[in-house]
C-alpha cells in the first residue's frame, strides 16, 4: 500500500520536493519488482528446479526396480533391540512408546533383476508380519535396497514451492531495498530541516526580520 502511495508522489504540486519525485521512482521501482520481476523470477526458477527434478526422478525410474519379497521370519536382533529402546524411553518419558511410530523389522527374501537372490532385514510392509507373505520393495539393478524413485507428480509440487519461494524473495527484497531508500531520504530531509530552522529559528518572531 505504501508503495502504490508514493508513486502519487508524481503529482504535480508546488511543495513537492526533488525528492519526493525521487521516492515516486523508487515506489515504481518497487511496484515493477513485486508484479512483473518477482513473477518472472519464480517462473524461471521453478522451471528451472522443475527440470533438474524431473531429470532425477527419470534416473531413479530407469535405475530402480519394484520386485517381489517373501517374509522368512520376524528379525529377533531388530526386535529385542526395539523392544529395549521402548522401554528405556517408556522409563524416560511415559507418554513416548504412544507417541513414537514402530514398524516390525522382517527377514526377508528377494530376487533381484540380474537373478541374483538377496536376503536382508527390512520393515514389514503390513503389520503382523506372516511367514510366506508376499510384498514389494525397490531395488537397484543388483538387488540392492534403495529408495523409493521420486513421484513426478511430487517433482512438479517441488518446483513449484522453490519458484513461490523464489519470487517471495525478490518481492521482499525489492520491497526491503525502497524501504532503505526511503528512510535514507526521510533522515536527509529531517536533518535540513534542522538546518533551516537553526538558520531562521533565532529570529522567528521579530519584527522586520527577514526584511
Known amino acids: 500500500m505504501r508503495t502504490a502511495m508514493g508513486v502519487w508522489r508524481w503529482r504535480r504540486n508546488p511543495l513537492r520536493r526533488p525528492t519526493d519525485l525521487f521516492e515516486a521512482w523508487v515506489a515504481f521501482a518497487a511496484l515493477v ?8 523470477v519464480g517462473w524461471v526458477a521453478g522451471l528451472h528446479v522443475d527440470g533438474t527434478l524431473q531429470r532425477a526422478a527419470h534416473e531413479q525410474r530407469q535405475e530402480r526396480h519394484l520386485v517381489p519379497a ?9 526386535e529385542s533391540e526395539s523392544e529395549s529402546e521402548s522401554a528405556a524411553g517408556s522409563a524416560a518419558d511415559p507418554s513416548a512408546q504412544r507417541t513414537a511410530p514402530h514398524r516390525t523389522q522382517i527377514v526377508a527374501v528377494w530376487t ?5 537372490s538377496h536376503q536382508g532385514t527390512v520393515p514389514a510392509a503390513e503389520e ?5 507373505d508376499r510384498f514389494r520393495i525397490w531395488t537397484d539393478a543388483r538387488g540392492r535396497l534403495v529408495g523409493q ?3 513426478p507428480s511430487s517433482a512438479v509440487f517441488h518446483a513449484g514451492m522453490a519458484g513461490l519461494a523464489a519470487a517471495i524473495c525478490v518481492a521482499a527484497l525489492g520491497e526491503t531495498v525502497r524501504r532503505l531508500v ?3 531520504l526521510m533522515h536527509r530531509r529531517y ?3 534542522d538546518r533551516a530552522w537553526a538558520a531562521t529559528g533565532p529570529d522567528w ?5 527577514g526584511s
Open 191 to 193: 536533518i535540513r530541516l
Open 205 to 209: 518572531g521579530r519584527a522586520g526580520a
Open 33 to 40: 519488482c513485486v508484479l512483473v520481476v518477482a513473477p518472472a
Open 128 to 132: 503382523p508380519p506372516r511367514p510366506g
Open 149 to 151: 524413485p521420486l513421484d
Open 182 to 184: 526511503v528512510r535514507r
Open 70 to 78: 517373501v517374509v522368512v521370519r520376524p528379525a529377533a536382533d531388530a
Open 112 to 116: 533381484a533383476p540380474d537373478g541374483s
